[in-house]
């Protein structure tokens, strides 16, 4: 056909220069668009390779803005192996011909957009006076968690951090402790991470057979719980002492729940768009307990890597390749 798309490998993503906090603005822009209606966005299909593993195709249309796909793979064992856990690529479409644009990698979107997701639902549903932030599993989402929190929490003076992996943790506060200018504390369990926590991310590998271990007396008043590893580490009892639960899309986690997740998760109170259009009520009193379970949505990916797209063009970034 003669026509040419742009590649984009991990490496050209990150040199366009992509900032967390465009990632925000762009994540909360597009979920207004989503509360209007104008997101078409079907449940993930997937196949399961392994028993905890999986490919999701995930394509998205967001009118007048962009339209496009995403195959994105997990599979936990990866690290072992010292593979990427999570790998994929994004195809994004001309709105117009349906003509690919651009074949992107996936990984570094899918980090920045899940963690832009989790700060957008704190945007709405925290406390602004929330001071503490505790991060359960330091991979890549853990990472990219702080990034985000420590941008979107005015009043963070502390991080509390846990991860099974001492080495990790203890590469994880080396790291950020010369990017971040706030304390980095090391917590011995997870039990009292979450009790001295105001905001408590889970970002462990997701898990269909799993052992919930989050008891509801640990989940205090007033805090702001985001479950980005679903229920892997909340107990139902955990989750139904919450005084309202949201997720970013309901259709989406009916769909999770006959994929064997959430079997015995209480009944979701809205999803996080109809809040920000204040078509539901988020958090009603200081005291609260919210529970936030984003799914992670291909609107997020294809909005972004329309950005990043952009970015590409305008810094010369990529290689060009013949379809």
Not at 207 to 220: C, G, L
Request: net charge neutral; glycine share 8%.
């Amino acid at each position: 056909m003669g026509k040419k798309i742009l590649y984009l490998s991990k490496d050209d993503v990150i040199k366009t220069g992509i900032s967390i906090d465009e990632v925000i603005t762009t994540v909360d822009d597009i979920f207004k668009k989503k509360g209007k209606g104008l997101c078409e966005m079907p449940p993930k299909p997937g196949v399961h390779p392994g028993e905890n593993s999986f490919l999701h195709a995930m394509p998205a249309y967001i009118k007048d803005h962009s339209v496009g796909i995403k195959w994105i793979g997990a599979f936990p064992d990866n690290g072992k192996k010292g593979l990427p856990v999570i790998t994929g690529l994004i195809i994004l479409n001309d709105i117009n011909t349906g003509l690919p644009l651009a074949i992107m990698d996936a990984t570094y979107i899918t980090g920045l957009r899940t963690a832009a997701a989790s700060a957008v639902g704190f945007k709405y549903l925290g406390r602004k006076k929330s001071s503490s932030l505790g991060i359960i599993g330091l991979g890549v989402q853990g990472q990219t968690h702080l990034l985000a929190f420590s941008s979107i929490m005015e009043n963070l003076k502390e991080v509390r951090v846990f991860d099974i992996n001492p080495d990790k943790t203890r590469d994880f506060i080396k790291k950020n402790s010369s990017t971040i200018s706030l304390p980095i504390k090391k917590m011995e369990n997870v039990e009292k991470l979450i009790k001295e926590s105001d905001v408590i991310i889970t970002a462990i590998p997701i898990q269909k057979d799993k052992s919930p271990f989050i008891e509801p007396d640990w989940f205090n008043k007033g805090a702001f719980g985001c479950a980005i590893d679903f229920d892997t580490c909340w107990k139902p009892e955990a989750m139904s002492i919450a005084d309202k639960i949201f997720t970013d899309d309901i259709s989406q986690f009916s769909y999770y729940k006959k994929e064997r997740y959430f079997q015995d998760a209480p009944e979701i109170s809205g999803e996080l768009a109809d809040v920000i259009l204040n078509k539901k009520i988020g958090r009603e009193k200081d005291d609260d307990r919210i529970l936030f379970i984003p799914l992670g949505l291909a609107i997020e990916d294809i909005s972004v890597a329309k950005m990043v797209y952009e970015l590409a063009l305008e810094k010369k970034v990529g290689s060009w390749v013949l379809m």
